[in-house]
């Protein structure tokens, strides 16, 4: 783990439908984060979905994002490209963060 994401609480889960998966609390929106300002936030959402979540991250500014293999489109590309805040934080079109991630670290 790098310095400069550390981990201040476990994971949250962002759902509509659930107040809890697999023992962990969830959230309906990002707004309801204790401290989105140090929030690390992997989008495994449609594009549709990954666009809302996008500008909702940029207004909370959320420093760490990873979008993994299929939530983004063209228009989310555009999206992120568009903005310097999101460009800046923004990881996507890389290999998924959930199946190599173990791999990907050991590289860094």
Known sequence: MH????ILFGPLRMTQKEEELGGLR????LSELTSPMTTALSIVTPPKVTLGILQDASDLKIPYIWIQPG????AVVGFIEGSEY???R???GGPCVLASGEGILSKL
Do not use: F, G, H, S
């Open 86 to 88: 999101l460009r800046a």
């Open 26 to 29: 969830t959230i309906r929106k």
């Open 3 to 6: 310095d400069d994401c550390p």
């Open 90 to 92: 923004t990881v996507y």
């Open 71 to 74: 939530a983004e489109d063209q």
